[in-house]
């Protein structure tokens, strides 16, 4: 079993930066692709960024060059550094990580963005 648990979103004005801490628990954690997804009312929730275990990543071309997801394989952590924000970001922002046909979530948090 794998748990997922999200931290550091929040309110942040257009331009800003924030970011995101996704902390997970269980053995098989290292082996994972671990992404972020993001929903925003209405919407279906989309793939912002993924990276495998192996260090292949892609990105939303919407978040390319702006949003950069990292992995720290000690921790069992993925980061996802968001800058430049921009209206069109907000949302609940879910952790998810990917081991063969099972996949895992986290409870979202919510990044909301002024302008």
């Known amino acids: 079993q794998v748990q997922l648990v999200e931290s550091g979103g929040g309110l942040v004005q257009a331009g800003g930066s924030l970011r995101l801490s996704c902390a997970a628990s269980g053995r098989i954690c290292s082996a994972l692709t671990m992404g972020w997804y993001r929903q925003a009312p209405g919407n279906s929730r989309e793939l912002v960024a993924a990276?495998?275990?192996?260090?292949?990543?892609n990105y939303a071309e919407s978040v390319k060059g702006r949003f950069t997801i990292s992995r720290d394989f000690v921790k069992n952590t993925v980061y996802l550094q968001m800058n430049n924000l921009k209206p069109e970001d907000p949302a609940v922002y879910y952790c998810n990580g990917t081991y063969g046909a099972v996949a895992y979530w986290g409870q979202g948090t919510q990044v909301t963005v002024s302008s």
């Open positions: 990276a495998t275990s192996s260090g292949m990543i």
